[in-house]
T-cell receptor, first 115, second 115 residues
Framework: DARVTQTPRHKVTEMGQEVTMRCQPILGHNTVFWYRQTMMQGLELLAYFRNRAPLDDSGMPKDRFSAEMPDATLATLKIQPSEPRDSAVYFC?????????????FGPGTRLLVL | AQSVTQLGSHVSVSEGALVLLRCNYSSSVPPYLFWYVQYPNQGLQLLLKYTTGATLVKGINGFEAEFKKSETSFHLTKPSAHMSDAAEYFCAVRRGGGSNYKLTFGKGTLLTVNP
């Protein structure tokens, strides 16, 4: 049963520290999404990659957030420096875009708490 | 732009009762519509989706939803609730056609099932 994996599952850090979240998409998928979930804002799209190329990062605060795909099996989301308002659950999702509306498969999320 | 409104942030039903979770959408073009379920401390899992064709869509775990263009609705139903259905449910919309990838999620409806 193929799944999206995310590490770490939980992260507690202090304000100003760098945070790196990792995602392994399902093998063969060519799209990767990063979402943030908070009580106030719900689910927000932060970034979107297709075939490892970043196509949309308009949802990310540019000054502190960065997303990359070093290879097809790894996507990273980095926050530097972190702030308390970044506390949220961060989800990675992957899909196979082949000319139709692909289904996005979500990972279990990284629960981040910035003190 | 697309938007999704889920009526009722919390719905409570008795085991065996009908489940009805409401979703209305706004889209300038024919939409693709999705329902996702999120169990505690897990990622989102696709329940069902509507793209084209039959307006009554059947999903996993006995859920179904009907696309009603005239009412701009995509309500989720299940004839008989089970304790295991307790979770949060998210409706999402995406622009139809082409390679439009962006899912816009509703705020979610928490379903409680009472014994």
């Amino acid at each position: 049963d193929a799944r999206v994996t995310q590490t770490p599952r939980h992260k507690v850090t202090e304000m100003g520290q760098e945070v790196t979240m990792r995602c392994q998409p399902i093998l063969g998928h060519n799209t990767v999404f990063w979402y943030r979930q908070t009580m106030m804002q719900g689910l927000e799209l932060l970034a979107y990659f297709r075939n490892r190329a970043p196509l949309d990062d308009s949802g990310m605060p540019k000054d502190r957030f960065s997303a990359e795909m070093p290879d097809a099996t790894l996507a990273t989301l980095k926050i530097q420096p972190s702030e308390p308002r970044d506390s949220a659950v961060y989800f990675c999702a992957s899909g196979l875009e082949a000319g139709g509306p692909e289904t996005q498969y979500f990972g279990p999320g990284t629960r981040l708490l910035v003190l | 732009a697309q938007s999704v409104t889920q009526l009722g942030s919390h719905v409570s039903v008795s085991e065996g009762a009908l489940v009805l979770l409401r979703c209305n959408y706004s889209s300038s073009v024919p939409p693709y519509l999705f329902w996702y379920v999120q169990y505690p401390n897990q990622g989102l899992q696709l329940l069902l989706k509507y793209t084209t064709g039959a307006t009554l869509v059947k999903g996993i775990n006995g859920f179904e939803a009907e696309f009603k263009k005239s009412e701009t609705s995509f309500h989720l139903t299940k004839p008989s609730a089970h304790m295991s259905d307790a979770a949060e449910y998210f409706c999402a919309v995406r622009r139809g056609g082409g390679s439009n990838y962006k899912l816009t999620f509703g705020k979610g409806t928490l379903l409680t099932v009472n014994p």
